[in-house]
């Protein structure tokens, strides 16, 4: 069972990664077209200008490090 856990950890390790990749790439991607990055946050829709959204981005990233 432990082996399950570990592939499950493994899988959810390679989704996360996947999906910060894709963020950079959506960032980028703003940040040439200078076009807002659209996130769902606290049940709402939020336009983020590509200025910004690295600083948001790491301030989201050290919330889910301290859970």
């Known amino acids: 069972m432990n082996t ?3 592939q499950n950890e493994s899988l959810s390790c ?3 990664a996947a999906f910060r ?3 950079k790439k959506v960032i980028q991607r703003a940040k040439e077209t ?3 990055v659209v996130v769902w946050e ?3 829709v939020k336009e983020i200008p590509a200025d910004q959204i690295e600083t948001t981005m790491l301030a989201m990233e050290d919330e889910a490090a301290r859970r």
């Open 14 to 16: 390679k989704a996360d």
């Open 21 to 23: 990749q894709a963020a």
């Open 42 to 44: 606290a049940g709402k």
């Open 34 to 36: 200078a076009t807002p």
């Open 4 to 6: 399950k856990n570990s």
